[in-house]
């Protein structure tokens, strides 16, 4: 059996026992492949991950920077209480479309915004609202602004919010200094923001899923 198929097999084994999906959440990745998205939303199992981590951390308020078609925001939504926000910013907006489609069928509509735009232009106005911080921000979307996005997540929080940066291993290449690559060189400079930030305490894990090799960064906001 190659490591592939055996890492498939274990995340189903995993997902199917400890996080399975409903109909809402098939629906939702069903609806997103009808449409065209690209297969890149989380699995099951890390789905559920950010559920408890949002638990855990009592939140009432999210951020996701990276909608796609609202896989992770219903994992995330669903773990917010009755009067709780989830804002999340989409670039694409049909990506965005197909997300509030997905986010009403699973009756989180009422709790959840999609921004359309680029994250860069979108977090300014959503500072300039001065909303309540932030419990948890999920940063999920391009990697060359990741540096950026950490630092607006920083400012949209408060002490004892977390950040949770996805997708940080890059296949390995992550540790390249000398990587040309721009979504390895914005991955970098995040976790180095991370390590360096006197407000930030972070570490990594690495991962290997149906999804391959990767990994995720958190990083708990300080006084």
């Given at each position: ?132 911080p932030f419990d948890l921000v999920f940063i999920d979307a391009d990697k060359v602004n990741n540096p950026r996005y950490v630092e607006w997540a920083l400012r949209l929080t408060r002490t004892g ?63």
């Amino acid at each position: 059996m190659s490591d592939s198929q055996l890492w498939d097999d274990v995340d189903a084994y995993f997902s199917g026992l400890l996080s399975p999906e409903d109909e809402s959440l098939r629906a939702a990745q069903r609806d997103s492949d009808t449409e065209g998205l690209p297969q890149i939303n989380v699995t099951p199992n890390q789905g559920k991950l950010l559920h408890l981590l949002a638990r855990l951390q009592g939140a009432r308020n999210v951020l996701e920077i990276g909608t796609l078609g609202g896989y992770s925001t219903i994992w995330l939504a669903r773990a917010l209480p009755e009067d709780g926000r989830l804002v999340t910013l989409e670039y694409d907006a049909h990506h965005a479309d197909v997300a509030r489609r997905n986010l009403a069928h699973a009756g989180l509509d009422r709790i959840t915004e999609v921004r359309v735009g680029p994250a860069l232009e979108s977090l300014p106005k959503l500072a300039d609202e001065n909303p309540a911080p932030f419990d948890l921000v999920f940063i999920d979307a391009d990697k060359v602004n990741n540096p950026r996005y950490v630092e607006w997540a920083l400012r949209l929080t408060r002490t004892g919010s977390l950040i949770v940066l996805d997708n940080v291993v890059r296949g390995g290449a992550v540790t390249d200094p000398d990587s040309t690559d721009p979504s390895v060189i914005g991955t970098r400079g995040a976790l180095e923001l991370v390590a360096e930030h006197p407000r930030l305490d972070g570490t990594a894990i690495q991962t290997v899923g149906s999804k391959g090799y990767d990994g995720f960064a958190l990083a708990l906001v300080l006084d």
